[in-house]
């Protein structure tokens, strides 16, 4: 901890975590990247707004993670507070008269334009009429401060803070704090028993043997890559783009199909992103002339106790998921592998992702840029209505909306999310535009949902024969 006079008064000022760290290498080494996140939560229903502006800022009060500011010392290091108050006016404004599209395109571009980083908001809320009836807000913060779990409690709170002042519902219970969680976070990397144990495990995972890299649009990138190098049995790749320019594309599975997926996974005790993450590696398997070795980034919310799920901030970190699946492995059996590795990696997920990275690209003297990884993966599943079993909020028709800030940190980033209005399945494709066409990544989607249902209409099938019927 470290003390600063800001405005004249003295600030108890944190360290970054190591989920912070992560964007914050990111804009140091890339000053075109934007860490903006941008999303809309809109309702049809009439909207009392003052109603709503006390509720966005009494949420602001009870989530201090919304009130975030960061701070650059004289040596260039970066150090978090969180302010007491914030103020600022929620404005609001009317596109009920544009075209729909326009208006969806004017809020990508707010989302586009970065934050001023230090001793300043990280947050920008506007309330927004929509055409059709549709009321609601628009959010966008620094990644820094927020990800998307962050973000949907936060939506919630207001929501249900709304409800109570208007139709007398009970005020939901307050979240936790932030910077008491921070310093349990901090306590951790300073050379705690913890983390020395999760240090060896990732040692160990990297000294096993050499990953193959597999990529979303076939061989050809590898491949490549060997010739130029003149190493034939190269298993790494560059995935460095020439631009971080980005856009996102989204994909909505249907409400029955996305039933059946969650049934399956109930029904055999699979958590759903074991399901998504043997699909994808499934699919760069079939693309990657049936591949064994196969490995996907996953990004791990850090979510598991109370605190953690309430106390805001950005806590996502991210670490390979490395399977090799023999082809006479059965559909049930290859995920019951996935299943166990993930729960390895989640007992070891607090260790700095930077960190791990770094050390297997000295272990394997890669080229800064190099990976074994193609694509990452994030499901979440905190969606609003998807929590909504105990009818707290009204049954009205909900739309969200995630904005893009145009560009992107990795060349290809699928987060899955449910659909708040009828509980069917968004696959958000974000991609750099110089890396991956949308026509490709449509093919990628079309391959990932037949591998899905091929496997859950016969649990027995064997992976080799799903990748033959694909």
Request: proline residues 4%; negative net charge.
């Amino acid at each position: 901890m470290k003390e600063f006079v800001i405005n004249g008064t003295v600030m108890q000022c944190y360290p970054l975590t190591a989920a912070q760290r992560i964007h914050n290498y990111t804009i140091r080494y890339c000053p075109s990247q934007v860490l903006c996140i941008g999303t809309g939560l809109y309702f049809q229903a009439g909207v009392d707004f003052n109603v709503l502006k006390e509720a966005i800022k009494e949420a602001i009060h009870r989530f201090d993670s919304m009130r975030l500011r960061f701070i650059q010392d004289e040596d260039g290091t970066v150090y978090q507070y969180v302010v007491p108050f914030d103020d600022r006016d929620i404005p609001l404004v009317d596109f009920s008269y544009w075209k729909e599209e326009d208006a969806h395109r004017e809020m990508e571009k707010w989302t586009q334009e970065p934050f001023e980083r230090y001793n300043s908001p990280m947050n920008k809320i506007v309330m927004i009429q929509l055409p059709n009836g549709y009321n609601g807000v628009y959010l966008k913060v620094d990644h820094m401060t927020m990800d998307s779990s962050s973000l949907i409690a936060f939506d919630r709170d207001v929501m249900q803070i709304y409800c109570s002042k208007m139709f007398g519902m009970e005020m939901p219970k307050p979240g936790m704090s932030y910077i008491k969680q921070l310093i349990k976070d901090l306590d951790y990397e300073n050379g705690s028993a913890a983390a020395k144990k999760d240090e060896e495990f990732w040692m160990n995972e990297i000294a096993r043997d050499e990953p193959m890299y597999t990529d979303f649009t076939g061989m050809g990138r590898l491949l490549t890559q060997r010739r130029e190098n003149n190493n034939p049995n190269q298993r790494s790749a560059m995935v460095v783009s020439r631009s971080v320019q980005a856009g996102i594309s989204v994909y909505q599975l249907e409400k029955e199909p996305s039933e059946a997926l969650m049934n399956f996974c109930q029904e055999n005790n699979i958590p759903v992103v074991c399901l998504l993450l043997m699909g994808l590696r499934t699919v760069l398997s079939k693309f990657n002339d049936n591949e064994k070795d196969v490995s996907v980034k996953s990004c791990i919310a850090r979510r598991g106790t109370l605190l953690e799920k309430n106390s805001g901030g950005t806590r996502i970190h991210f670490f390979p998921l490395r399977t090799i699946i023999e082809p006479e492995t059965t559909f049930i059996d290859a995920l019951k592998i996935i299943q166990a590795e993930q729960n390895r990696l989640f007992r070891h997920a607090n260790y700095d992702p930077i960190a791990h990275t770094m050390n297997r690209g000295r272990y394997w003297k890669l080229q800064p840029g190099a990976s074994y990884e193609s694509m990452s993966l994030t499901y979440q599943p905190l969606t609003l209505k998807a929590q909504n079993a105990s009818d707290d909020l009204p049954d009205i028709n909900y739309m969200s909306k995630w904005y893009t800030n145009g560009v992107a940190g990795q060349p290809l980033y699928l987060t899955v999310m449910h659909r708040m209005e009828d509980g069917g399945m968004n696959f958000n494709f974000e991609y750099r535009y110089d890396v991956v066409s949308e026509h490709e990544m449509e093919y990628l989607y079309y391959y990932l949902c037949r591998v899905l249902f091929r496997g859950i209409e016969d649990k027995n099938r064997t992976v080799g024969e799903i990748l033959d019927m694909i």
